[in-house]
């Protein structure tokens, strides 16, 4: 039964599994709440939620029950990443696809899959360039929703926004380090230009002694190099 408090996508979101693995087609579990709320997406696109998962949507939209779209994956125990540590390179693509921060790891170190925060997407075997990455089932034949519980949806719920927070921040902090630093070029090309012709022609020939003091230097040194050989 829909709550007439919340929105629709709100109220769809809830019964998605939030493992943000995009199967369904869209990148992220809430664009596709969105998209079943708009009409524009059909509500067995689900994998990870499987035939519960749309037995749910189903009820809460009014609608039949229907079988999971192929296209978008099969049913399946929950696997958890497994990473061989010994072939790992420490490229660091594993952790920037995966969406719940969980694997660990630095560039050019050894990674490791945090088993308890893996939701089982794949999104990390692909970008790896050494294959080193595997999918290893974990639920013993459980799957969809037997296999993953509302407060493990809820947590990775937690974990995705709380990542897509700090991606945020680090972008907006490297635009404005980018910002300040391309102002600074600005202002020293003003002052240059501000330069009177008497200073401008005062800069240009300290620069031009600095340039000749170096040039001296290397003809000197090819010198002693030569009386070397």
């Excluded at 997406?41 to 949507?57: D, H, K, S, T, V």
Aim: proline residues 6%; neutral net charge; hydrophobic residues 40%.
């Amino acid at each position: 039964m829909r709550d007439p408090a919340r929105s629709l996508a709100d109220q769809i979101e809830d019964l998605l599994p939030q493992t943000q693995c995009t199967k369904c087609g869209y990148p992220a579990c809430r664009p596709y709440a969105e998209a079943i709320a708009e009409g524009a997406a059909n509500y067995n696109q689900c994998p990870p939620g499987g035939a519960e998962g749309i037995a749910r949507l189903a009820t809460l939209l009014g609608k039949p029950v229907i079988a999971l779209n192929p296209v978008n994956g099969i049913e399946r125990e929950r696997p958890v990443a497994f990473i061989d540590e010994a072939a790992c390179i420490g490229c660091t693509l594993c952790i920037q696809a995966c969406p719940v921060d969980a694997i660990a790891g630095a560039a050019k170190q050894m990674h490791t899959v945090i088993p308890e925060l893996c939701t089982g997407c794949d999104l990390c075997v692909a970008p790896c360039p050494v294959d080193c990455i595997a999918m290893i089932p974990v639920t013993k034949h459980k799957t969809g929703w037997q296999a993953w519980s509302a407060d493990q949806a809820e947590a990775a719920r937690q974990r995705f926004h709380q990542r897509e927070f700090r991606l945020r921040v680090e972008k907006e902090e490297q635009d404005a380090r980018l910002a300040a630093k391309a102002a600074a070029k600005l202002k020293e090309v003003n002052d240059e230009t501000a330069l009177s012709a008497e200073e401008l022609a005062e800069k240009n020939r300290k620069r031009a002694i600095i340039q000749a003091a170096i040039e001296r230097a290397r003809l000197q040194k090819e010198a002693q190099e030569q009386k070397k050989i």
